[in-house]
């Protein structure tokens, strides 16, 4: 597996003849137009977790003549901006839905902001996890009341994904929490299965460099955490 970096929680991943991309909103690199040009590939899905500028960007509609299928999280449905897309090759998934395609099926799970997580199995058995906006957002300014709603809301639902495992996960380390950055992170590492994870939504922040806390829990855990356009990875 061939994983790309697009910007932001944007990721174009490449396995055999098939191809994904992720949450681009958008691409400095233009690697995501030279590998779909390219044509090497059988399936292409395009996934965009939720509406928000930073992980939906309407460029991708220039993908619809290569792409299999787009598969968007449900709030995106609402939107204006999905007026321009082919209505006929849309999947609109709400939390704890199931869709099944050509060599893919996608599990969406909820946020704990907008729109949906993804777990996507692929016909080779590899799984994959994006979290979108999936995360504690534990904000420093914000009310003691409102920290403790947003630590049970990330627990209760990281609660619910309890027993699945995944081959790559991509999750928030934002480096606009501060010291709270790793709190989601490690959380996730503890209790979900994962056997690579990618760091994301980091955009303007210096590459993450993991706590002793988050090493003492993840253990020999492989960590990627891409920050220029264009770094690719083979897991």
Do not use: C
Not at 4 to 21: C, P, Q
Not at 52 to 77: V, W
């Amino acid at each position: 597996m061939e994983i790309t970096y697009l910007l932001n929680s944007g990721f174009l991943i490449k396995e055999g003849r098939t191809l994904l991309i992720f949450d681009d909103f958008e691409d400095p690199s233009g690697v995501a137009d030279k590998v779909v040009d390219k044509g090497d590939y059988d399936r292409f899905y395009i996934f965009a977790t939720h509406a928000h500028f930073d992980h939906f960007g309407t460029h991708i509609r220039a993908y619809s003549k290569q792409a299999t299928r787009y598969i968007f999280g449900n709030d995106i449905k609402h939107t204006k901006r999905v007026k321009i897309f082919p209505p006929d090759i849309i999947t609109y998934m709400k939390k704890y839905n199931t869709w099944e395609g050509d060599g893919i099926r996608v599990w969406a799970y909820d946020s704990t902001d907008t729109g949906v997580s993804f777990l996507v199995e692929l016909e080779s058995g590899t799984r994959i996890f994006h979290a979108g906006d999936f995360n504690w957002w534990d904000w420093k300014n914000e009310t003691d009341a409102n920290r403790i709603i947003a630590k049970n809301a990330f627990l209760r639902q990281l609660k619910r994904m309890d027993g699945f495992s995944t081959d790559v996960s991509f999750f928030p380390v934002d480096g606009r929490l501060g010291e709270s950055q790793e709190l989601g992170v490690i959380e996730f590492v503890k209790n979900i299965n994962t056997k690579h994870l990618v760091a994301m939504h980091r955009v303007n922040y210096p590459r993450w460099q993991p706590s002793a806390e988050f090493l003492e829990t993840a253990g020999d855990l492989p960590v990627w955490a891409p920050t220029t356009s264009g770094e690719s990875i083979i897991f």
